[in-house]
């Protein structure tokens, strides 16, 4: 019998993120000692790491950047001189027509991109300038995992179960050929794929011995996915801009015309002819296989009205800390992790939503708050508004906007009186 030492038996789950390959071997096995003991018997642990074969390539920028900023210890003064030895290290790249050049002006390209986003500095810091980051291969987290009776299920996004082969005719025949088992295959596919991270789910090694192994229809229709696919030319581009087979178009203009509600495979496979529900099987897998949002529940998308509808309490709160703070800790988000950088005056006018105000009245306490706080409003080209009638106009289509957003992020609830 397993003995759990934390009251109630232990934590339904557990989250280490971005931590694990930037800690030494001692505090890697105090981690998953940590999770061996105070996981629930049943709970599921999260742990992301950075790996090998794709780290191996990127380690050649980041041991740049620790040369480059070796004489400073403040992290600010480090990531300047690393970003601007960086500029160079590119410009010299550029006049050597390698492939080893080549691809590390790919990773240098990675890096700067960063340096344009709004916490691009705090990840350029952690992944290139850490005194520790050490990755790995899978087959070496894997065969750790055994050393405290813990079980690799699979990676976070269902990439492994869901495409659990490279599409490769000759590599997929040649794992058949050598009886490559899960972990092996794993790391096989890491090899072809150049993988560089992975957020992997572990569970209690009894939990995964006794687990039902095979997902089909049943278990897909559990699942309600959300999603949204723009039309690039003649390539649909989903909300991850991953690149999507033109064989669904039908299924993700289903998606379109639903969104931000979510759909399960029951209700697409009620909708359509029975000859073409295979196909539709074969789409809803694709899309869930390529970073779509899926929910063990239906999201139902609920728009704005006055009596009916309000933000809800706990999101009211939570807004109220990113509009009282010039500094905040974190992003705001919502439960399924889609993020919003909003501003303070969206912030200020998200709140206004409260069930009780007209769109006209939000629209004229924003009005109030931009001309109380000397705030210019400015068009998308970044013109300025000028003159009353423009700026009416403006303002009611901006609440409007805000309301649009608070409700794809599933902000609002029903009021029941």
């Known amino acids: 019998m397993k003995f759990y030492p934390v009251m109630g038996g232990g934590f339904d789950y557990i989250i280490c993120h971005g931590v694990y390959s930037w800690v030494p071997k001692n505090v890697q096995d105090a981690i998953l000692n940590t999770i061996k003991n105070h996981m629930s018997p049943n709970g599921i642990a999260f742990v992301s790491y950075n790996t090998y074969p794709g780290w191996k390539y990127i380690e050649v920028i980041k041991d740049f950047m620790f040369f480059a900023s070796r004489k400073f210890q403040d992290p600010a003064q480090k990531l300047k001189a690393s970003l601007d030895a960086l500029q160079t290290y590119k410009a010299t790249l550029q006049n050597l027509d390698t492939l080893e050049g080549k691809m590390c002006l790919k990773w240098i390209d990675h890096v700067l991109y960063y340096t344009k986003t709004k916490h691009g500095s705090s990840y350029i810091i952690h992944e290139y300038l850490e005194a520790i980051n050490e990755p790995f291969y899978f087959t070496n987290f894997a065969q750790n995992l055994q050393k405290y009776n813990l079980e690799y299920l699979s990676d976070s996004d269902l990439n492994d179960i869901l495409q659990a082969q490279t599409g490769n005719e000759q590599a997929d025949e040649y794992a058949k050929q050598n009886n490559l088992d899960r972990i092996e295959q794993e790391q096989f596919i890491d090899f072809c794929t150049q993988r560089t991270f992975r957020q992997s789910l572990i569970v209690h090694q009894d939990v995964y011995n006794n687990a039902k192994r095979d997902i089909g229809v049943n278990e897909v229709s559990k699942l309600y996915l959300i999603d949204y696919f723009k039309k690039d030319k003649a390539t649909y581009l989903n ?71 309000r933000l809800k309490p706990a999101v009211k709160e939570y807004l109220k800390y990113f509009l009282h703070n010039e500094n905040p800790l974190i992003i705001p988000a919502n439960e399924y992790n889609y993020t919003w950088h909003a501003t303070k005056l969206e912030f200020y006018t998200a709140l206004k939503f409260d069930g009780k105000n007209s769109m006209l009245d939000i629209k004229n306490s924003v009005e109030k708050y931009i001309k109380t706080n000397k705030i210019q409003p400015k068009t998308q080209d970044d013109k300025e508004i000028k003159g009353a009638k423009a700026l009416n106009e403006y303002l009611i289509n901006y609440v409007f906007d805000i309301e649009n957003k608070l409700a794809q992020m599933y902000f609002f609830e029903k009021i029941y009186i």
């Not at 064989?247 to 073409?276: D, G, R, V």
């Not at 099987?281 to 899309?287: A, S």
């Open 239 to 309: 909300l991850e801009n991953r690149q999507m087979s033109d064989t669904y178009a039908w299924l993700y203009e289903m998606f379109n015309e639903n969104f931000p509600k979510s759909m399960s495979l029951a209700e697409i496979l009620n909708s359509i002819p029975s000859q073409n529900k295979l196909a539709a099987y074969l789409g809803f897998i694709h899309i869930l296989s390529n970073h779509s949002t899926f929910m063990p529940k239906p999201y139902e998308c609920i728009r704005y009205e006055v009596g009916k509808t």
